[in-house]
């Protein structure tokens, strides 16, 4: 793909729709204790197994599992998620969002997103695979508020996916992961056989043209994506999604922010650089898919 694009659209995703439970009954029922490892039924306000362990429901429809602090700089921050929010709804990453409902649209059963920030692009798998629900993990539950609402067969919970995921073996059909931790055995444990791991990265060229001001792509990352996950999946193809696009100076500051770089703002002058910003710029936007089978 290449070219420029201007505005898109947001796509028209309503609100949670699955009565009076905040998480869809199937999202639940692939759910397990994050203590014990049985599975969860939905009482009152709560997610409980049967050895009495009980998880809050939020009031935003979203459940945390965690019992574990986080390190700091694990989870995006309430201002990273806005800005992040900002920037897809500005269409810049829809052709990506395309490309992710493109290649999962047969998933039929349970479409977990390992890292699903806001939920844009899950919603958007959702909405081209009617059959499909989805589970959103992420360790930021300020963004999961947002993804709990982010589409009808939608329910989010908060867990670190760096330890074993809260949900039973064998449950999805599909695994969706972009620009997020990526841990292999997990997603081969949650995938039922034959299930289709979704991986999206940034691509070496993502953003050059803003220099230092992002910080800079591993050039071998596919490389070692390949060599991570050959051990429990065969890839079935791979994309590149790329454009350039000019973003105006405040879609250059919410892409800055949205981003790892949002850790690293206030070292050297990437603060003052960002605020002079005053004129849009052409800025490539460049990511890579994979597609894996679960062997
Ligand atoms: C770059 S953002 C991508 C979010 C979303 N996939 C998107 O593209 O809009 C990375 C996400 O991974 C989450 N994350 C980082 N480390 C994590 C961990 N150990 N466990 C769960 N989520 C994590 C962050 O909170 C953040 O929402
Ligand atoms: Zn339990």
Known sequence: MSGCFTSWSNSPMTGADHGNDPLPPRVVEALRCSVCASPLK???????????HSFDLARQGYVNLLHARIPAGTADTAPMVAARADFLASGACRPLADELARVCAEADGLVIDAGAGTGYYLAHVLESAPAALG????????????AARAHPRLGA??????EPWPVGDEVASAVLNVFAPRNGPEFHRVLRPGGLLTVAAPAP????ELGDLVLSVDERKEERLDGTLGEYFART??????RTTELSPRQIRQAVEMGPT???LD????????DALSEPQAVTVSFTVSTYRRL
């Not at 589970?135 to 947002?146: G, I, K, P, Q, T």
């Not at 193809?237 to 790329?242: K, L, S």
């Not at 070292?267 to 960002?274: A, I």
């Open 157 to 162: 919970a908060v867990w670190n996916l760096w």
């Open 237 to 242: 193809g791979r994309t590149e999604v790329r």
């Open 135 to 146: 589970l959103a993990l992420d360790v930021s539950a300020v963004a999961l508020r947002r």
């Open 205 to 208: 060229d993502h953003l050059r």
């Open 42 to 52: 939905s009482v009152e306000r709560t997610l409980r197994c049967s050895a009495g």
């Open 262 to 264: 949002a850790f690293h």
């Open 267 to 274: 070292r050297g002058d990437r603060r003052s650089r960002l």
